[in-house]
């Protein structure tokens, strides 16, 4: 049985503060996609990572894949209201679904 | 708009009625998904679509639920006999093929389903 943990689970933060969340498995990621999910809405996929060591930058985020594609981080710096949202890092591989786990609830206040 | 649109957004109903509920893909996309968001849990899988066949139904809690897929295009998640556990954010996503995990798969709003 596959696990996927995200970690924390909460974190409620003030804006400029810089944070990293993390997801970890029990099995290697064949690839690892971070997705942000806004209140109502469907979750919004942020970046796709493959290869393991690979760092991927988007703006104020940076999302780590480890050596052995069993983990990642995504780090934002100064921190703003609009990150605020549910991160997600669903376990593809060789199935057809994405397996979510619970994500880490992130908000940003004034 | 191109995006993955559902109906309705928001549905209430009593326990033990049938429900319906719509998706409308990305056009052009050959995949598509279903997935429930309950309140404190993660988005669990239902089923997944490779055009008109469901080569996973794996996700399908009970045999109240079914879903089709007519045309390559819409899908209609029912549930019949509806449950207060039923009740859930139901989620719709497609991608241009069924290859998870390297293939972005694009969601629409959520049907918010509330059973009294």
């Known amino acids: 049985t596959q696990l996927l943990e995200q970690s924390p689970q909460f974190l409620s933060i003030q804006e400029g503060e810089n944070l990293t969340v993390y997801c970890n498995s029990s099995s290697v990621f064949s690839s690892l996609q971070w997705y942000r999910q806004e209140p109502g809405e469907g979750p919004v996929l942020l970046v796709t990572?493959?290869?393991?060591?690979e760092v991927k930058k988007l703006k104020r985020l940076t999302f780590q894949f480890g050596d052995a594609r069993k983990d990642s981080s995504l780090h934002i710096t100064a921190a703003q209201p609009g990150d605020t949202g549910l991160y997600l890092c669903?376990?593809?591989?060789?199935?057809?679904?994405?397996?979510f786990g619970t994500g880490t609830q992130l908000k940003v206040e004034l | 708009g191109a995006g993955v649109s559902q109906s309705p957004s928001n549905k209430v109903t009593e326990k033990g009625k049938d429900v319906e509920l719509r998706c409308d893909p990305i056009?052009?996309?050959?995949?598509l998904y279903w997935y429930r968001q309950s309140l404190g849990q993660g988005l669990e899988f239902l089923i997944y679509?490779?055009?008109?066949?469901?080569?996973?139904k794996s996700g399908l809690p009970s045999d109240r639920f079914s879903a089709e897929r007519t045309g390559g295009s819409v899908s209609t998640l029912t549930i019949q006999r509806t449950q207060q556990e039923d009740s859930a954010v139901y989620l719709c996503?497609?991608?241009?093929?069924?290859?998870?995990?390297?293939?972005?798969?694009?969601f629409g709003p959520g049907t918010r389903l509330t059973v009294l």
């Open positions: 990572v493959v290869t393991g060591g």
């Open positions: 056009s052009g996309h050959t995949a």
């Open positions: 996503a497609s991608s241009l093929s069924g290859r998870a995990g390297g293939n972005e798969q694009f």
């Open positions: 679509f490779q055009g008109n066949s469901a080569p996973d």
């Open positions: 669903p376990q593809g591989g060789g199935g057809n679904k994405l397996t």
